[in-house]
């Protein structure tokens, strides 16, 4: 039985099958492709950061154990050791981890607006004009978000949160104060998981953002958008795709 289960499980497809699969579209896959891409070049930057910073937190410590001093200066040691470790861990913590992640979060969000451009060239009725400070991709998926059952409004509010994280991070380095929207990056970092406001770098108030925060979310937009293009190339929000 278990013979002629196998057999069926490697059994080629049927040509209607074949041909079934071959008509079926494929909703946003180049959007989808760059999101890939963004999960892929976090989680390898990650896995990166953290075999480094392992070797050089090694590293710190041997040169710490091998620094001396002269007798006047010998009371200067433990804490001149403990400087060599917290410096290497800030460096991986702070500045690159913090780096890599500034990065994931432009291309993450750029990604969105750009397959909000697509949306919105695509839409069946004209897309009102935007309200003033609102941002478009923001104001073209709250749009369709109003022709849908069913309306996405918790991935519009996270893409606007994430447009005031991104534009902090773009005009201001990620320091809040230092942003004319200060109080709504705060808002913003407050709603979304696994990011806050730290001063560990003694810059100021800066954005911090946890590991796998931006690949979360990534991971989320893979099964919303092409759900999204499905259903409004379905439903009529989207014109009809021309035949080939």
Not at 35 to 49: A, H, M, R, T
Not at 187 to 203: E, M
């Amino acid at each position: 039985m278990k013979a002629q289960e196998a057999t069926r499980a490697v059994m080629p497809i049927t040509p209607d099958e074949l041909q079934r699969l071959l008509d079926e579209p494929i909703y946003s896959w180049d959007v989808s492709t760059l999101l890939s891409g963004i999960v892929d070049f976090l989680e390898f930057s990650e896995q990166n950061l953290t075999w480094q910073r392992r070797r050089e937190i090694r590293r710190a410590e041997q040169e710490a154990e091998e620094l001396d001093f002269g007798p006047d200066d010998a009371h200067l040691l433990p804490e001149a050791r403990r400087q060599l470790v917290e410096s290497a861990e800030l460096r991986f913590d702070i500045g690159l981890s913090q780096s890599v992640r500034y990065a994931g979060v432009i291309a993450y969000v750029t990604s969105i607006e750009w397959c909000m451009e697509l949306f919105s060239a695509r839409l069946s009725s004209p897309l009102p004009k935007k309200p003033r400070c609102k941002n478009k991709a923001v104001h073209i998926l709250e749009h369709i978000n109003t022709k849908l059952p069913h309306p996405r409004s918790a991935e519009a509010g996270t893409l606007e949160h994430f447009v005031f994280v991104r534009n902090c991070i773009a005009h201001a380095a990620g320091l809040v104060n230092a942003y004319k929207y200060a109080q709504g990056v705060r808002d913003a970092v407050a709603a979304l998981n696994g990011f806050s406001i730290s001063n560990a770098a003694g810059l100021g108030d800066r954005i911090h953002i946890a590991a796998g925060a931006i690949d979360t979310l990534a991971r989320q937009a893979l099964d919303w958008i092409p759900a999204l293009d499905r259903e409004c190339s379905n439903n009529g929000v989207f014109k009809p795709t021309p035949q080939a």
